[in-house]
């Protein structure tokens, strides 16, 4: 009989992944659940954890954060698309990492007793992935692909890394806007209806994602949603240190921008090029890609990654 299969990593927010794994199983336990705990020991272990468990497993629950549910996403779905008889086992999330931004598009609780209800009598809700393609390359992203300063963020993050998700990014944030350079980017981009829309020029941030937010609440997208079939843009062009404290807090409060300077745009395709020759460096779900590419093609793939939400009563 196929079992829950549980990948957690104990590293982390900081070790709180190992914390709460005795409470966890204490609740599947209790549940009585059929269930196979395994620990990543490495970058890109969730990942090949992932692949292992189409076939094998009923569920997934991810223990992690996002890089966690990056990776076990992209291993499953890459392993169903090579053998789709098997399909896609559901996902469930216990959060405990830094950001945290995919899970705040999963209607469940956020303890270890709620993850054990998910995997236990979670429904299926088909969430929209991206995937990003280069030369020679191609990746899956659950939430958040991301050029301009944030990648300087993520760069400054471990500075911070003491303080709490949303704290810890507006940190690295102030801390990147000192030094950062503007990257000079192309975008073009169009959607299922036909309708297109292109910007060329030196950027703060251009950021697509599946749901409204990144780095542990910044709301870009307030309007976006994990099912609707779309990816949504955030570009923001050049802008000074009091440009970008004028925007913040319609950010913060997720009220969305209205002025010319930030664009937010749907699409169901994107591609990005770094117009001076140069390489450009990219994010997915909260780590910096090891890739050395001019441009990334970037489309939605609808409703492939089933993700466990908790019923309304729990029979």
């Not at 992690?64 to 008889?85: C, I, Q």
């Not at 240190?241 to 409060?253: D, E, K, S, W, Y």
Request: proline residues 6%; aromatic residues 4%; hydrophobic residues 45%.
């Amino acid at each position: 009989m196929r079992s829950l299969w549980v990948i957690a990593n104990p590293e982390s927010g900081a070790g709180r992944g190992a914390r709460v794994l005795p409470a966890l199983e204490a609740e599947l336990d209790r549940r009585r659940l059929r269930y196979a705990l395994h620990l990543t020991e490495a970058p890109g272990h969730a990942r090949e954890l992932g692949a292992q468990a189409v076939g094998h497993a009923s569920r997934v629950l991810a223990v992690g954060g996002d890089g966690t549910v990056h990776e076990v996403a992209n291993g499953m779905l890459r392993r169903s698309l090579r053998r789709p008889e098997r399909g896609v086992p559901p996902l469930a999330v216990l959060p405990v990492g830094t950001g945290n931004d995919f899970f705040r598009m999963v209607s469940a609780p956020s303890d270890p007793a709620g993850a054990a209800r998910a995997a236990a009598d979670g429904t299926p809700r088909c969430f929209d992935v991206g995937e990003v393609r280069w030369e020679g390359g191609a990746r899956l992203f659950v939430n958040l692909v991301g050029v301009g300063i944030d990648v300087e963020v993520l760069r400054r993050r471990a500075r911070f890394a003491r303080l709490p998700g949303l704290i810890q990014y507006l940190a690295a944030l102030a801390s990147a806007l000192a030094a950062y350079r503007p990257v000079p980017l192309a975008v073009a981009l169009s959607s299922d209806s036909g309708g297109t829309w292109s910007r060329e020029g030196a950027v703060l941030l251009s950021a697509v994602t599946v749901g409204p937010s990144v780095g542990g609440g910044m709301i870009l997208s307030p309007e976006a949603m994990p099912d609707d079939g779309h990816l949504d843009l955030f570009h923001a062009r050049r802008l000074g240190v009091l440009q970008v404290l004028r925007h913040l807090p319609g950010i913060l409060r997720g009220t969305g921008i209205r002025e010319g300077d930030i664009r937010q745009v749907q699409a169901t395709e994107i591609r990005m090029e770094r117009t001076d020759g140069r390489d450009l460096a990219f994010e997915l779900d909260g780590e910096l890609a090891d890739v050395e590419t001019r441009a990334i093609e970037i489309r939605v793939l609808p409703g492939v990654l089933p993700v466990l939400e908790v019923p309304e009563t729990d029979g």
